[in-house]
């Protein structure tokens, strides 16, 4: 089993839509949790950052962690073709740097 | 600006011979770390700092070396690259301000494009 798992893809919205990602991890003691956005080509970039249960929200981003069921979603409101991209997430333990990475969903959002 | 740099973008190696992958920011950020990504996969963590002369090994460090000697530089060094490193290599700083929202400022570098034959 990958320590991080991420929803395989692509997943294909309509503009509009909500697109929901989804990412589970097996490490309990995992503390931090992120979403990067990959454009093709391009570095990532850290959209969502959250380390509490609950949920999130930043603009049309909503990110949702729940560690009782090891579990880290990220819902896009009202995708935008300018959305399609990949999306990584990552998870950190306590106090450290290390990181662990999913291996992407890419998402198509269709006009 | 705030900004990572690396290089060089593009290299062309053989197998064998030593390289060095050059990453600098100028935010004084205390956290840096090295990525590498392979078609279809996400990153994958090779080394990390968490300051000066602190470094600890992410989960693909065999046949890497880095080094923090100042707070700006972590380079990454390939003593004898193989073609099994031909990749993608992304280098990122993050600030660490000792609490948990340190991690919601994170720059990456523009990567570096390695194939070694």
């Known amino acids: 089993q990958k320590e991080v798992e991420q929803n395989s893809g692509p997943l294909s919205v309509p503009e509009g839509a909500i697109a929901s990602l989804n990412c589970t991890y097996s490490d309990r003691g995992s503390q931090s949790f992120f979403w990067y956005r990959q454009y093709s080509g391009k570095s990532p970039e850290l959209i969502m950052f959250i380390y509490s249960n609950g949920d999130k929200e930043d603009g049309r981003f909503t990110a949702q962690l729940n560690k009782a069921s090891q579990y880290v979603s990220l819902l896009i409101r009202d995708s935008q073709p300018s959305d399609s991209a990949t999306y990584l997430c990552a998870v950190m333990p306590p106090n450290a740097g290390k990181s662990t990475f999913g291996d992407g969903t890419t998402l198509t959002v269709k006009p | 600006e705030a900004q990572v740099t690396q290089n060089p973008r593009y290299l062309i190696t053989v197998t064998g011979k030593k390289l060095t992958v050059t990453c600098s920011q100028n935010?004084?950020?205390?956290?840096m770390s090295w990525y590498r990504q392979d078609p279809g996969l996400g990153l994958r963590q090779i080394y990390y700092?968490?300051?000066?002369?602190?470094?600890d090994k992410g989960d693909v460090p065999e046949g890497y070396k880095v080094s923090r000697k100042e707070k700006r530089n972590f380079p990454l060094i390939l003593e004898s690259p193989s073609p099994n490193q031909t990749s993608l290599y992304f280098c990122?700083?993050?600030?660490?301000?000792?609490?948990?929202?340190?991690?919601?400022?994170?720059?990456f570098g523009p990567g570096t494009r390695l194939l070694v034959l």
């Open positions: 935010m004084n950020h205390e956290y």
């Open positions: 990122a700083s993050s600030p660490t301000a000792g609490t948990s929202r340190r991690w919601e400022t994170q720059y």
């Open positions: 700092s968490m300051n000066v002369e602190v470094t």
